[in-house]
């Protein structure tokens, strides 16, 4: 991975981010109404095809590359489709579909739509099938998670403009570990702006004269969540990379690992971010509740961790050898 590529293309997320979105922007969101100023802000960065090889006119960047992205868009609440845009605009380009313009999304066959209503297109998987379908011939029935993000269902009226097969590297459950990856990385970078809100209110907010920060209980606190976040990026990065190695198909241990120790962290940091807070985090002008929601919602989106934890353990009992079977999977077969 090109360390350089990746934080430059996290900073020119959170430049942007941090211009056109805010409390206000999320709130509006969960009200019903689409972020057009950051959406634009966003789209001028080309980042929709970062994952589309570079030969059919993407960026031709690896998983790993988009993590720092990821967990940036996480950061600030996901508060636009671009994850999910680029992971259709992946799905695509591995299918030998050509990605549209606008805003795009994807979902399984049966799945809640995340963005659905918003999208200008909709890429549709059903097993290694993809098909892309143009908003006009969609009929969306509107929901929305924990997050009051909108996930919606799809009733198709009408017939799609490509269809295409996903190559073997990619497997069946694509849209399901697209999923997880893109979750459990937005769930690192909602932690880490958590654990900076917690931070600063304990360093401000006094009790009996002294900032509670100074609390040994609070301190201890804090070290937890802290450490659940760096952990949570970890394993992202680390599944990232497996995926890069591999095929997505391939790091299916490693993903799932990944969103079992992300939706882990999340649980814990959420309810430590909630007490160092208390009744302020939950105010309806306070940024924590927005993230804290988004947590729990990622939580199941792209699988539980009882899902995961249940096939990590067949995974791993099937491997032979355990420690042998962890330490061979982090060998680099690309050499």
């Not at 050509?98 to 890429?123: C, I, K, N």
């Not at 990385?185 to 920060?213: C, D, W, Y």
């Not at 659940?228 to 890069?244: I, K, L, Q, Y």
Request: net charge negative; aromatic share 6%; charged share 15%.
């Amino acid at each position: 991975m090109d360390t350089g590529i990746a934080a430059e293309l996290a900073e020119q997320v959170s430049r942007a981010l941090a211009d056109a979105t805010g409390v206000e922007t999320l709130r509006a969101l969960e009200s019903g109404a689409f972020p057009e100023g950051a959406w634009t802000a966003l789209d001028g960065l080309g980042l929709a095809t970062a994952l589309v090889p570079e030969d059919q006119g993407g960026a031709g960047l690896g998983f790993q590359d988009a993590m720092p992205l990821l967990e940036a868009l996480g950061r600030a609440g996901a508060p636009v489709p671009l994850a999910e845009g680029i992971a259709a605009a992946a799905l695509l380009s591995a299918a030998g579909i050509t990605p549209p313009d606008g805003t795009l999304t994807f979902a399984s066959a049966g799945a809640p739509v995340p963005w659905g209503r918003h999208a200008a297109h909709m890429v549709l998987v059903d097993g290694a099938r993809v098909a892309l379908y143009p908003a006009a011939s969609l009929r969306w029935a509107e929901g929305t998670n924990i997050g009051r993000e909108p996930r919606d269902t799809a009733t198709v009226t009408g017939t799609p403009l490509a269809e295409g097969t996903l190559p073997n590297g990619w497997g069946a459950e694509a849209a399901l570990l697209l999923t997880a990856l893109l979750r459990s990385a937005q769930i690192a970078g909602a932690m880490s702006a958590a654990l900076a809100l917690a931070v600063e209110h304990a360093n401000t907010r006094k009790q009996f004269g002294r900032p509670i920060g100074r609390f040994q209980a609070v301190q201890q606190q804090l070290a937890v969540f802290a450490a659940e976040t760096s952990a949570a990026s970890v394993a992202a990065a680390a599944a990232a990379r497996a995926a890069d190695r591999r095929g997505l198909a391939g790091a299916a241990f490693e993903i799932g690992c990944a969103k079992v120790t992300a939706g882990e962290a999340a649980a814990k940091g959420a309810a430590i971010a909630h007490q160092v807070l208390a009744a302020m985090g939950i105010t309806e002008e306070h940024a924590l509740h927005h993230l804290t929601r988004r947590l729990w919602s990622w939580r199941d989106e792209g699988g539980s961790e009882r899902l995961w934890s249940a096939r990590i353990g067949a995974t791993a009992q099937a491997g032979g050898h355990l420690w042998t079977f962890l330490t061979s999977r982090d060998e680099d077969t690309t050499a």
